[in-house]
């Protein structure tokens, strides 16, 4: 028998001994380890023997007696012991490659860690970063990985207030809520309506506050500019006071009876010749207050982007331009071709994050007029867009959690989506190996 078929033989036969997690390490003479995989294989059994098998049931029945089985809980605790499962199965696969792998390593006279203490300098050596990622990978699980499938379950379920457990129990309908936002009358109307008004005030918001900041930074880094310490100020002072404080103040700004755009702007502007302009129903009126909206979130959202263009402005080497100037290329050729590239290649991936932060920008759609004026059906107001109409669907008097959950995954969709494709379009973290 030659060297390859041995190596062969000892892998498929630590592979097939470590079917009980364990028993490979310990054929290959590891211990210490072996006896680790056995204990942790035993405790994985014992808890799924006492809690975790009925977890199991009961994320499949959701509980069969009303009053008794809260069917919320049994879907979380369910979900937990799914995502433990999952672990242990990563955990057992782990187990089989490194059973093969070491007998591999060991035919072939390699030296392998077989003491315990062997094992420990191994993984402080080897291992270090992987032990020093696990917590981050632990705190994953349980903050994004666990959440995100407890929503996703509900989706599919008929979680809403006829249905609100212990009293009642809930029950798996399948992809029944999909079906009601994309065909039924009144969810299909407002989600359609809900989703075009997101969009366009994505859209709007997000360009300008980076148009608006793009262009405030081009102008105080001009050289001819004087005051340049005053006009940063005046333009970081958005940013320094509070989000919340400002949409509380504009709100006031923006009453139709009383706020001053209508009392004290409009009547100084009226006083200009050949100008006549009448009272706005900024509140009211729902094409007025999405333009609000839009113009309150360009004015907090530009700073941010001042500062960040302005600090690319400055690495920007002065030859480029210099040279530019040289060979006749005019401001807008010199912008076009040194600036613009310069600051997208910069600031490509914060860019597309602007945009996919007002798309759930909850704060100033609320806080300015709780998503009015009017309603646009099934609990949305005339200005929701899809992550306050959720906040609606789950707070209102008739609370629709399913279909808040089935539009929130809609909503991660869509925002994931995006901006896989803008990265990947703006080659954004491919810039990264350039630099």
């Known amino acids: 028998m030659n060297k390859d078929q041995t190596l062969a033989n000892r892998s498929r036969k630590a592979a097939l001994l470590s079917i009980i997690p364990g028993a490979g390490q310990i054929a290959n003479r590891q211990f210490s380890k072996g006896i680790l995989f056995l204990v942790i294989t035993g405790l994985f059994i014992c808890e799924l023997a006492i809690f975790g098998y009925q977890a199991l049931i009961g994320l499949v029945t959701l509980g069969t007696v009303p009053g008794e089985d809260h069917s919320l809980f049994l879907l979380i605790e369910g979900t937990l012991q799914l995502i433990l499962t999952l672990v242990f199965l990563m955990f057992y696969i782990f187990n089989l490659y490194d059973a093969r792998k070491t007998a591999a390593m060991k035919a072939a006279g390699l030296k392998i860690s077989e003491t315990a203490g062997d094992m420990i300098r191994n993984a402080g050596d080897k291992g270090f970063p992987y032990l020093f990622t696990l917590p981050a990978y632990l705190m994953m699980v349980f903050v994004i990985i666990f959440p995100v499938l407890v929503t996703l379950f509900i989706a599919f379920t008929n979680y809403d207030f006829y249905h609100i457990p212990p009293n009642s129990l809930i029950d798996w309908v399948g992809f029944k809520n999909f079906m009601n936002i994309f065909f039924l009358g009144s969810y299909r109307q407002t989600f359609a309506d809900v989703l075009g008004w997101t969009i366009i005030w994505t859209i709007c918001a997000t360009t300008l506050q980076i148009v608006l900041g793009i262009v405030t930074a081009l102008i105080v880094n001009q050289n001819f500019i004087k005051g340049k ?21 504009f709100a006031n700004i923006f009453n139709d009876s009383a706020g001053a755009m209508n009392v004290q702007v409009i009547p100084l502007l009226n006083q200009l010749p050949f100008v006549d302009i009448p009272a706005v129903a900024w509140k ?23 500062v960040m263009v302005t600090g690319v402005l400055q690495a920007i080497p002065g030859e480029l331009y210099e040279a530019a100037k040289i060979d006749g290329a005019t401001f807008i050729q010199r912008f076009k071709h040194i600036t613009l590239p310069m600051i997208l290649f910069a600031t490509a991936p914060v860019m597309i994050t602007q945009y996919t932060f007002n798309f759930n920008n909850f704060s100033i759609i609320y806080l300015f007029n709780e998503g009015g004026p009017g309603s646009a059906g099934a609990g949305a107001g005339s200005t929701d867009i899809l992550i306050s109409w959720i906040y609606k669907l789950t707070t209102g008097t008739s609370p629709q959690y399913s279909v808040a959950a089935a539009v929130t995954l809609l909503i991660s969709f ?16 491919g810039n990264e190996e350039v630099m």
């Open 229 to 249: 310490r005053m006009f940063r100020i005046i333009f970081l002072l958005p940013w320094a006071v509070p989000a919340f404080i400002t949409i509380m103040s």
């Open 284 to 306: 009211t009126d729902p094409f007025w207050t999405k333009t609000a909206l839009i113009m309150i979130q360009t004015w907090l959202g530009f700073p941010y982007i001042y």
């Open 414 to 429: 869509i925002v994931i989506g995006v901006s896989l494709i803008a990265f990947k379009k703006s080659n954004a973290f």
